[in-house]
């Protein structure tokens, strides 16, 4: 194989094909943002101060104090940061937030029930409560009232292009080798100690069958997490969990974010250090550092109708890649794994471009296809 010759960096601002537009959301993931401070139930300094208003969903992931539950003046802390009752502000109970059991007095700052969906521009989220059901750390369900809503979602979902599930435990790590190898170690006891749960005798199938009819699934774990997880175990279904840990720094601990792009349909998600993320709220700065030209490889295999493109990058963050006709025509849309070499057909020889987009870097090759 070698590389095709004729690599140019393209200036996107003189380009219509690929200008930018104001089509952009940006939603934010929060695990367990919790502090260990159990006198003033407090928030981790650094989430604390993120400024949540330039993003327009707020996602957390459970555990917001060490008892967010066990009085008015820590609900009404909470609300004042993350503006509880905001439709765009969506909570996962972790076992912190109601083990005080005041589940009524969370709702009367909220306005809505442990468990819901939510639809918004095109993007249907389901909050689940994995706490509703549980029996201690070691049991936990989907059962009753929520499992029936997640199966009335997942049959009459037909606008959303993206499902999102948001839950603290991870409920999904249970009968999974891969899980059961990365992240005993490295997980709260919330979740470690589980070794029952329905989700893949009562959920799994359901995203199996919306992810058939075209939408795109995400799940975020939000429990307590010593590593970054982004794991597809088959295309569309992907889980994620992010490292937030008080005892780590901010240059390690993450948060993640989404960036939706709605006409184009296209959805990346970003681990982003708490020391980075006030460079998210500058429109100017991306969320990640800017794509490599020289690590952005565009090569045809030799003989055949086909390309292969490959982004090198320490960052876990996937990327989208899109391939064009001189025409401006796509020719082929795919996200990939950083390192990855992801082959690609293309239907006839001429000139392309290739679009790489990885949070808000993009990055434009043009090749010969011979």
């Known amino acids: 194989m070698k590389p095709i010759l004729l690599f140019v960096l393209l200036i996107l601002s003189g380009l219509n094909l690929f200008s930018q537009d104001n089509s952009m959301l940006r939603f934010l993931f929060v695990p367990h943002p919790r502090s260990e401070d159990r006198v003033n139930e407090s928030v981790n300094p650094s989430i604390e101060k993120i400024d949540f208003s330039k993003f327009d969903v707020k996602m957390l992931g459970g555990d917001i104090t060490y008892s967010t539950s066990k009085n008015s003046a820590t609900l009404a802390y909470c609300d004042k940061l993350?503006?509880?009752?905001n439709p765009n502000t969506l909570w996962g109970f972790g076992n912190h937030d109601v083990q005080s059991g005041n589940?009524?007095?969370?709702?009367q700052f909220t306005g809505r029930d442990s468990y819901y969906s939510y639809h918004r521009d095109g993007v249907t989220f389901v909050v689940l409560d994995a706490e509703l059901n549980a029996e201690g750390f070691q049991r936990t369900f989907i059962a009753g009232d929520q499992l029936q809503m997640v199966k009335n979602v997942?049959?009459?979902?037909?606008?959303s292009k993206f499902l999102i599930l948001l839950h603290s435990r991870f409920i999904w790590?249970?009968?999974?080798d891969y899980?059961?190898?990365?992240?005993?170690?490295?997980i709260a006891a919330s979740?470690?100690?589980?070794?029952?749960t329905n989700f893949y005798a009562d959920i799994y199938p359901l995203l199996q069958k919306v992810k058939a009819r075209g939408v795109q699934i995400k799940a975020f774990g939000g429990d307590k997490s010593k590593i970054n997880v982004a794991y597809s175990p088959e295309d569309s279904i992907?889980?994620?969990?992010?490292?937030?840990?008080?005892e780590f720094t901010d240059s390690v601990n993450n948060v993640i974010v989404i960036n939706y792009n709605r006409p184009e349909n296209e959805m990346n998600c970003n681990y982003v250090t708490l020391s980075d993320i006030e460079k998210i709220n500058q429109d100017s700065v991306s969320a990640i550092d800017l794509i490599n030209e020289a690590r952005f490889k565009v090569w045809q295999v030799s003989g055949s109708k086909e390309i292969c493109v490959q982004l090198e990058s320490d960052n876990p963050n996937d990327f989208l890649i899109r391939i064009y006709s001189f025409e401006g025509k796509i020719c082929h849309s795919a996200s990939c794994k950083a390192n990855e070499i992801k082959s690609i057909q293309l239907p006839a020889t001429g000139i392309y471009f290739a679009k790489a987009v990885v949070g808000n870097s993009v990055l434009v090759k043009k090749f010969i296809f011979r």
Do not use: E, G, H, P
């Open 173 to 176: 790590m249970i009968n999974s």
């Open 103 to 107: 589940r009524n007095l969370i709702k």
């Open 191 to 196: 979740s470690r100690s589980m070794d029952t």
């Open 179 to 186: 899980f059961k190898t990365r992240l005993t170690d490295s």
């Open 154 to 159: 997942c049959d009459t979902i037909s606008v």
């Open 82 to 85: 993350f503006d509880l009752k």
């Open 238 to 246: 992907t889980f994620y969990a992010a490292r937030l840990v008080n």
